[in-house]
């Protein structure tokens, strides 16, 4: 039996110095996480924790890797669902390149890879919850980009 | 937006889908959302999909 792995790609217009502080700056991260917001210093080793608007933390875990503006690893456990915590430990790695297919690198787009995946064969349930909530906060942050708002608000 | 395929797909032919769709759909919700595509070159299918497309079609005859 494998690990359970989900993998998303998104294109967007924007820059790697733009999509990386998107991904970092918590008052950023409200507005596309539905009210959610990380505290980190995105520094390797450093403790990492999502946080709901009323001060509850729903994720936590520490920064693997970080190399601003192209790799973040994250490592990731759910906290206020028993049953998510109990899955253990996840891996979470953005990637942010410069659109492969650009002839040369005067980019107007970048693409962003989320692989998200388990540490242990018992991390199904974190990964099939993951899935539901990755697309939609990959698409807020798209439309967040290119448009100045979100898709969804909650 | 969920696509899925009803036959067991060969690794070689799912890429040229796990490189494309995610550009092209990227594409569309910039289109609809800004009235402007993204910047794209023309992206080729991955290497080795032609192959596998044809030796799909060869092998299962109601692909054609």
Redesign the interface.
Known sequence: MSKPKFV??????TTPEKLWSALTDPQTIRKYWFGITAECDWKPGSPWNLKFEDGRTADAGEILESVPPKRLVIHWQNQFKPELKAAGYTRCTMEIEI?E???NHDA??VKLTITHEAETELGGPMIEAVSGGWPKIM?NI??LL??GDVTFQK | MTEAHSWDVPDAILKGGQSGWPAILSNLKSVLETGKPLVLAQMGPPPGMAEAVKQAVAEKPWLR
């Open positions: 998303y790609v998104t294109y967007i217009r659109a297919y650009y002839p107007k787009a698409s798209k439309s290119e448009t």
